[in-house]
């Protein structure tokens, strides 16, 4: 296993997960005298304990690739000969000229890309592959918007910031490879505003008027202290998952079913912590995230504090954009793959033909075209799992969590409204000249200054970020969108947004610096973007409900259709809402399709590129071995499972 350490604690968590189930599935799987012979070698290959079960996540049935033995159901491709140092014949351990294989990769976003660019480093010889993407543009949640070709002229609708942690490190890797300009991104500044309840921000107790001694409804210790609760809730999980990986993670499943909400209102599993009444968890979620995310789960909470929250001592994190928007990383991307990316051409249908005994037996279906595409013999799907709950997978035989993980998972909403003034007014009136985010519990909820445009000419027309909603407050958004139906001319949304920025940069002054008139003067272009009502998503990132991480995972990131069919991008990984988690998909899912097919010289030259999928255990006493046999299984084996 790899250091317990803070540094990679969701990859560990990840694989603690896939641990449990594995250990559950197997323990399943040997009681069922009618699968006993799929499983056989490799319970015979356990020489550790001289049993046969039952397996704990601790004692798995051992990789009988690296001690001679052979996996798979008989007659199942699989790993061939292991080689030098696997306890194999000593023979080379790929043939010289292996048969033609070609792949193909559903989605052109950062995942799909991602792949492409993996699998041309390695030069495995007759390999090809087909990037098919639904959109006229390629990137998918990776996007830039641009109201001209000048510089600074755009905004990010999708991924825009990056915090310099260890766990982003893939993300930050790939900015090397492809040689983005990075520039310094301003989180928060003390000259950004704020507004609650109808009052600016001002340095008192209760500078918005919400506590019981002001006449409201909010306990006046919650009011002045709002974040010592929720690092009390979050800091004992973190602390342990630190100190003791495995005990700190068997404490937080025993809260995964658990919402924040309902972990603050109850006091935690055991009602020993204190226990805040409705409006207390109300003011710390309006204080510290969007609208209604405390419904979601408590564990994605405290996972989700060690990116903005991160602990780095004294030392504080540095966070970056990339100049010239996040567009620019798919377009370094598509130049650094030797494929071409098909775009207008969306998947029906991806199927397995069970009849045929070839490894190149899967096919994939676009809408259009008359006769499906086949020969594949491994399809990626790096797509949403809107998109592709929508495809035709039935001979697929997927195991029945992985369907309702396809159907169920939570995505969050998310709404970006840019405006385009004829100059930087928050910078030239209002002194905000460091960039960094306004907050308020008005509709527009977040205004985000970019940190790009700072040196900008101030006289020139200048973008701000007018508006950054998720969550229930994205969803009232986008109804004022022209993603809305019947489709409105957005004249309501921008005379909102431009009614909530002149209140929040009033500056409490009589008269105030920024007036409504006054924007509407300055206002030049806009443009909205709502991810959820966005076809080729339909969501804008995966945002786990109770219980849903714990019970979904570990099925996501396992192989179907004798492991040939793989669900890839942020939903299948732990650091899912992140560039990084589309990343870590795509790596573990190229590790597993070589592992799929015995190409051990390819591996090893993927680690050495690449280097070590933390998601994925493999060696000896790993689970990558177990997850490629149990994607072996039928629809009527796994179910009974």
């Avoid at 023979?91 to 292996?98: F, G, I, M, T």
Wanted: glycine letters at 8%.
């Amino acid at each position: 296993m790899a250091s317990e350490t803070a540094e990679n604690i969701k990859a560990l968590w990840a694989q603690r997960l896939v641990r449990e189930k594995l250990a559950a599935e197997i323990n399943a799987i040997q009681a069922q005298p009618y699968l006993a012979e799929a499983t056989s070698t490799l319970v015979s290959s356990h020489t550790r304990s001289g049993v046969a079960g039952p397996w704990t996540p601790d004692n798995l049935p051992s990789d009988p690739a690296f001690g001679g033995g052979f996996l798979g159901e008989p007659g199942t491709p699989y790993l061939g000969a292991p080689g030098k140092g696997r306890g194999g014949s000593g023979e080379p351990d790929e043939p010289s000229e292996p048969p033609q294989r070609k792949v193909c990769i559903v989605g052109a976003g950062v995942a799909g890309l991602y792949i492409a660019m993996i699998l041309d480093s390695l030069k495995i010889p007759n390999l090809t592959y087909d990037i098919l993407e639904a959109n006229s543009r390629v990137g998918g949640r990776v996007y830039t918007h641009r109201f001209s070709e000048d510089a600074h002229d755009y905004y990010d609708i999708g991924a825009m910031r990056y915090p310099n942690i260890p766990t982003m490190k893939r993300t930050f890797d790939l900015f090397e490879r492809t040689k983005v300009p990075l520039i310094p991104y301003c989180l928060s500044d003390k000259s950004n505003p704020s507004m609650f309840n109808d009052h600016l921000f001002s340095d008192v107790t209760d500078p918005y008027h919400v506590s019981v001694s002001s006449g409201g409804k909010v306990p006046d210790a919650v009011v002045k202290d709002y974040k010592g609760p929720l690092n009390a809730a979050f800091g004992p999980y973190k602390k342990a998952l630190a100190e003791d990986f495995r005990e700190g993670h068997k404490k937080l499943m025993e809260v995964d079913d658990f919402s924040t909400r309902e972990f603050l209102k109850r006091g935690g599993p055991e009602g020993k912590l204190t226990k805040y009444d409705f409006f207390s968890i109300q003011w710390m979620e309006t204080q510290n995230t969007s609208t209604n995310l405390f419904d979601q789960a408590f564990s994605e909470s405290v996972m989700d504090s060690f990116d903005f929250d991160y602990p780095q001592g004294d030392v504080e994190v540095q966070w970056s954009c990339i100049n010239g928007g996040t567009g620019l990383l798919i377009d370094a991307m598509q130049k650094n793959i030797k494929g071409t990316v098909e775009t207008s051409k969306r998947v029906e249908a991806i199927s397995i033909n069970r009849h045929s005994a070839d490894i190149d037996n899967m096919s994939v279906k676009c809408a259009g075209e008359t006769d499906p595409r086949s020969g594949y013999s491994t399809v990626f799907n790096t797509t949403s799992l809107t998109c592709l709950d929508r495809m035709d997978l039935r001979s697929l035989e997927l195991h029945p969590v992985q369907k309702d993980a396809i159907r169920s998972l939570h995505y969050d909403s998310s709404v970006k409204v840019a405006i385009k003034f004829s100059y930087p007014w928050w910078i030239v009136d209002c002194g905000i000249t460091k960039g960094g985010v306004a907050s308020t519990d008005r509709p527009l909820r977040t205004c985000v200054y970019p940190s790009y445009n700072l040196d900008d000419d101030p006289t020139k027309p200048s973008v701000l970020l007018a508006s950054y909603t998720w969550s229930q407050d994205a969803t009232r958004m986008a109804s004022l969108t022209n993603h809305a139906s019947p489709k409105p001319n957005e004249d309501e949304l921008v005379d909102l947004i431009l009614h909530d920025l002149a209140r929040l940069h009033s500056g409490g002054t009589e008269p105030p610096k920024i007036t409504y008139d006054k924007l509407k003067k300055l206002y030049v272009t806009h443009h909205a973007f709502s991810w959820s009502a966005d076809p080729y998503t339909g969501g804008a990132f995966a945002l786990f409900a109770p219980g849903q991480y714990s019970k979904f995972y570990p099925y996501l990131t396992r192989p179907a259709a004798d492991s040939k069919f793989h669900i890839v991008g942020e939903a299948s990984s732990a650091h899912h809402a992140w560039i990084v988690g589309a990343l870590d998909s795509a790596h573990a899912a190229v590790y597993r399709f070589l592992r799929n097919f015995g190409l051990w010289d390819t591996i090893e030259k993927l680690v050495d590129i690449w280097g070590v999928p933390e998601e994925v255990e493999d060696g000896e006493d790993g689970t990558t071995h177990l997850q490629l046999m149990l994607g072996r299984l039928r629809e009527g084996q796994h179910q009974k499972v």
